[in-house]
C-alpha cells in the first residue's frame, strides 16, 4: 500500500525514467512535468528537445475497488484502499521553425523505455521519490499505452490550447491506503466441540494421506504433529514451504505408532522459522529411490511478542503513542504487520531489512489498558491464557 503521495512519486519516477531512455537518442533533451501551457524551454533546451508529463486525468479502477481490503480476515472490518488509475500525456516539443524529426525521437525513445519494461519497479520508486512509500506497495504499477478515441484527443486538446505531437499512457493501479482505522474483534474464546465438518480425500492405493496438522497454530520451537495414514510406505519427512519466506524447509519425524499402523507423525519446528501461512507435505521415500508426497496440509506459524508485558507508552503533545515491539521470528519485508491494540489495528512503520524489533504510532489513542495482539501475515500472537478461559492480562498495554 502507499499513501497520498504516490501521485507525485508515479510522475517523478516516469521523469526519471524516460530522462534516462531519451538522453540515448537525444543527449541534452529535457524532460519535464508541467501543464502543457506552461512548457516554455529555453532557445537551448528547444534546440536539443523537450519531453514533457502531464497528469491529466485520474479515475477509480473498479475492480479493486470491490475488492476486500488487503489483510482483512473474517468478521473484521477494513476501509479498502483507494485504487487508481493515472492518465498521462506525453508531448514532444522540437525546434520551433525548423525541419526537424526531434519530436519524433522523443516519442519514440519514450515509448520503447516503456515497452521494454511496462513496471515501475521499486528500486525505481524509491530512488526517484523517497517522499513517498509507493515502492512498499505489493501490487506493481504498470504503464501501458491507453485506448484514446480521436474525439477525446480533439476534446483534449481544444482544452489545452492547441495540437502538439503526443501519446497516452496510463499508470495502474496506485493504492492509497485509507486513513480510518478499521476494526478488528478479539478471537473468540469457547466454541463448540466437533465443528470440522466433512473431508473426502480420493487417494490413489499405497499414497499416502495427510489429513490434519496440529495444532493449527503453533510458534517457532515447539511440536507439530501430523496426521494420516500410509506413512510406513517408506522413510517419511515433513517439507514445509511459505508463499514469501519461500522453501522447502525440511523437517525429519518421528513415527508415533507401530509399523504398518503408522497414523502420525511428530516434528519440531525450526526457531528461524518466520511467522505466517505455511503448507506442509509428507514425503515418503521409497525403497526404490522415489517420492510419494501427500496433498499440502496447511497449518500457521504465530509470532511472540518478547518485549516486556505488559508495555507501558506515553502520548505526546499530539496525542500519539509511540509502541517499540521486540518479536520473535524475525519479520521480513514484504511481509504485512500490524499491532492489534484492543479492535484497532496499528501497521508497522516501514522497515527495509529482516528485524525483529518494530515501531507503530497510535494517532489519538485515550488514556487505558488495552489487550495487545501482534499480527504478521494475518497470523496473531498468542493472547489467551493457558487455562483458555480469558485473555491473557499481561498482553496488554498502558496508554497514560
Known amino acids: 500500500m502507499s499513501d497520498a503521495l504516490a501521485l507525485a512519486a508515479v510522475t517523478e519516477t516516469l521523469r526519471v525514467v524516460l530522462d534516462t531512455a531519451v538522453q540515448k537518442v537525444a543527449p541534452g533533451a529535457k524532460v519535464m512535468a508541467r501543464h502543457p501551457e506552461y512548457v516554455t524551454p529555453t532557445a537551448a533546451q528547444a534546440k536539443k528537445g523537450v519531453l514533457n508529463l502531464f497528469l491529466h486525468r485520474t479515475a477509480v479502477d473498479p475492480a479493486w475497488r470491490n475488492s476486500d481490503p488487503d489483510g482483512a480476515r473474517p468478521g473484521e472490518s477494513r476501509h479498502p484502499a483507494l485504487p487508481l488509475v493515472l492518465h498521462y500525456l506525453f508531448t514532444a516539443h522540437a525546434p520551433p521553425g525548423e525541419d526537424s524529426t526531434v519530436a519524433e525521437r522523443l516519442l519514440g525513445a519514450a515509448m520503447a523505455a516503456l515497452h521494454e519494461r511496462p513496471e515501475l519497479h521499486a528500486d525505481d520508486i524509491k530512488g526517484a521519490a523517497g517522499f513517498s512509500d509507493l515502492h512498499l506497495q505489493q501490487e506493481p504499477v504498470k504503464v501501458t499505452p491507453s485506448m484514446t478515441t480521436a474525439d477525446e484527443w480533439c476534446r483534449l486538446w481544444s482544452a489545452l490550447g492547441g495540437y502538439r505531437l503526443s501519446v497516452g499512457y496510463e499508470a495502474r493501479v496506485v493504492l492509497i491506503d485509507a486513513i480510518a482505522p478499521g476494526r478488528a474483534p478479539l478471537p473468540v474464546l469457547r466454541r463448540g466441540p466437533a465443528d470440522t465438518g466433512p473431508s473426502a480425500l480420493p487417494t490413489p492405493a499405497g499414497w499416502p494421506v495427510l489429513r490434519a496438522v496440529l495444532p493449527s497454530v503453533a510458534v517457532p520451537g515447539s511440536d507439530i504433529v501430523v496426521s494420516g495414514s500410509g506413512f510406513d510406505g517408506g522413510t517419511p519427512s515433513l517439507r514445509l514451504t511459505h508463499p514469501l519466506l519461500g522453501g522447502p524447509v525440511v523437517l525429519p519425524?518421528?513415527?508415533?505408532?507401530?509399523?504398518?499402523?503408522?497414523?502420525?507423525?511428530?516434528?519440531?519446528?525450526?526457531?528461524?522459522?518466520?511467522?505466517?501461512?505455511?503448507?506442509?507435505?509428507?514425503?515418503?521415500?521409497?525403497?526404490?529411490?522415489?517420492?510419494?508426497?501427500?496433498?499440502?496440509?496447511?497449518?500457521?506459524?504465530?509470532?511472540?511478542?518478547?518485549?516486556?508485558?505488559?508495555?507501558?507508552?506515553?502520548?505526546?503533545?499530539?496525542?500519539?503513542?509511540?509502541?517499540?515491539?521486540?518479536?520473535?521470528?524475525?519479520?521480513?519485508?514484504?511481509?504485512?504487520?500490524?499491532?492489534?491494540?484492543?479492535?484497532?489495528?496499528?501497521?508497522?512503520?516501514?522497515?527495509?531489512?529482516?528485524?525483529?524489533?518494530?515501531?507503530?504510532?497510535?494517532?489519538?489513542?485515550?488514556?487505558?489498558?488495552?489487550?495487545?495482539?501482534?499480527?504478521?501475515?494475518?497470523?496473531?500472537?498468542?493472547?489467551?491464557?493457558?487455562?483458555?478461559?480469558?485473555?491473557?492480562?499481561?498482553?496488554?498495554?498502558?496508554?497514560?
Open 253 to 400: 519425524v518421528t513415527t508415533m505408532s507401530e509399523p504398518g499402523t503408522a497414523t502420525s507423525l511428530r516434528a519440531t519446528l525450526d526457531e528461524a522459522l518466520g511467522a505466517g501461512q505455511w503448507s506442509a507435505v509428507v514425503v515418503l521415500a521409497t525403497p526404490d529411490g522415489g517420492e510419494r508426497t501427500t496433498a499440502p496440509g496447511r497449518f500457521l506459524i504465530a509470532p511472540r511478542i518478547t518485549s516486556a508485558l505488559p508495555m507501558t507508552a506515553a502520548r505526546n503533545k499530539s496525542g500519539v503513542a509511540v509502541l517499540d515491539v521486540e518479536c520473535v521470528p524475525a519479520v521480513h519485508p514484504g511481509q504485512r504487520v500490524e499491532l492489534l491494540v484492543a479492535d484497532r489495528p496499528v501497521p508497522a512503520e516501514p522497515f527495509a531489512q529482516v528485524t525483529g524489533r518494530l515501531r507503530f504510532r497510535l494517532p489519538a489513542g485515550s488514556p487505558g489498558r488495552y489487550l495487545l495482539r501482534l499480527r504478521v501475515d494475518g497470523v496473531d500472537s498468542p493472547s489467551i491464557a493457558a487455562d483458555a478461559g480469558r485473555f491473557d492480562p499481561d498482553a496488554a498495554v498502558v496508554i497514560t
